[in-house]
């Protein structure tokens, strides 16, 4: 029989993902999962983006420029980026099939193979996967949960730069940690990257669910860096439009956006209604952003107060996006996790939680702790948090 390539037989699984048979079996046994492991919100997308695809003539659904619509790239110019104090022109944006495609996208254009990323550890799980896919190596800074998952000190990055070093890589806010770099933070981090000559590569997906009085700093405003900024964005988490999956790529370096044309033009296009919902978007109005938040900080704060109450449970307080970080009294969270889909029922109910070994490049870190994500409401947060008390009071593995 014909092989599959070695790198495809190396390629890791997801790790978000790879339980879900586990919860499947369990629904077919009639359990209720509440799922705190995805990023999928339960908010409905704004009416606008819906509208706009539902109201629309078209007669032929064509291909439509590689970069993107001209409307939409226009449209998040002058609508989205300048309301935010981004200045950018539409031609420093090329639309990508949502932000994965703009992460993949950002470490082809800046690396070789065989080159080096700086991340921050614990990090989105899939900048692995396409630093791999890429034949990039990531190197990990370590950040700590006790200390809520801070930036430590600069000598930390200026240890980790080698020849081969190309960019650093952050999502701010951070997924898994929900951690919110602060203005100070992301100007140290451009000088780090001015003073090696490095591109800074940030994800800002989740840059409307901020939870600080202080505005979200982004890195496209770094004075004097702007040929070293390459901006990931995503309409997936701002306007609940995940299966959209329209992104994109921005900077103000030409070299960075005429090869970043080049891969767009191989793949031809973005999907089409993906993009006339994004246009459709751009419509949003700010009572709908401003109602999603509260209803996150209220998530968040059930959750984290919730985790925090079960002994042995410690949870940060995460300033952002809608996702935690949570060490755990068990010997390995991945057995824990699997425990309770295969086994454990409270109520004819189980979580499913995400181990976060995968988001940390450093060995044996996390073992202990899980990502949990907000995406439900707070009731059901109440009760989700019931389940996983009850379970870890009945787990074989508890060290506590
Ligand atoms: C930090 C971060 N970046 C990028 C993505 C990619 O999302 P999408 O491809 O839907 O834009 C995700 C998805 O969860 C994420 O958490």
């Known amino acids: 029989m014909a092989k599959i390539s070695s790198k495809s037989q190396a390629m890791p699984a997801s790790a978000i993902r790879k339980l879900v048979p586990l919860a499947d079996a369990a629904k077919a046994q009639g359990v209720e999962v509440f799922h705190l492991n995805i990023g999928q919100p339960d908010i409905k997308s704004p009416q606008c983006a819906l509208d706009a695809v539902r109201g629309n003539k078209l007669d032929l659904l064509s291909y439509s420029n590689s970069a993107g619509l001209i409307e939409l790239r226009r449209g998040l110019a002058e609508k989205y980026y300048r309301g935010i104090g981004i200045d950018v022109a539409p031609s420093e944006i090329i639309v990508t099939v949502a932000g994965s495609e703009a992460v993949d996208l950002s470490l082809k254009i800046t690396c070789d193979v065989g080159d080096e990323v700086i991340v921050l550890e614990p990090f989105y799980t899939n900048y692995n996967t396409f630093a791999f896919m890429n034949g990039i190596t990531l190197k990990a800074v370590h950040t700590n949960i006790e200390e809520g998952f801070k930036i430590p000190s600069i000598d930390a990055f200026d240890s980790l730069v080698t020849p ?109 209604f993906g993009q006339i919902a994004s246009i459709g978007a751009l419509d ?96 059901r947060i109440k009760k989700a948090l019931e389940v996983l008390r009850a379970g870890l009071e009945a787990y074989p593995g508890l060290t506590r």
């Open 284 to 379: 949003t109005p700010q009572s709908y952003f401003d109602a999603v938040k509260k209803e996150y900080i209220a998530r968040r704060d059930a959750m984290v107060e919730g985790l925090n109450a079960i002994p042995g449970v410690f949870s940060p307080l995460p300033e952002g996006a809608f996702y935690t970080v949570a060490s755990l009294p068990v010997d390995d969270a991945e057995s824990f996790a699997r425990w309770m889909l295969e086994t454990f029922r409270y109520d004819g109910a189980t979580v499913q939680i995400t181990p976060a070994r995968s988001f940390y490049k450093t060995p044996g870190e996390g073992v202990n702790q899980a990502r949990i994500a907000y995406v439900l409401e707070v009731p």
């Open 164 to 272: 081969r070093t190309k960019a650093i890589l952050i999502s701010n806010p951070g997924n898994p940690t929900g951690t919110l770099y602060s203005r100070e933070e992301i100007l140290a981090l451009g000088e780090i990257c001015r003073r090696h000559d490095l591109f800074l590569i940030s994800d800002e997906v989740y840059r409307e669910f901020c939870y600080t009085d202080e505005p979200h700093f982004s890195a496209m405003n770094i004075p004097g860096l702007s040929d070293n900024v390459i901006l990931v964005d995503s309409v997936s988490k701002r306007y609940n439009l995940c299966g959209a999956r329209i992104g994109c790529i921005i900077s103000h370096n030409k070299d960075v956006m005429a090869a970043a044309m080049k891969y767009a033009q191989a793949r031809l296009c973005p999907p089409v």
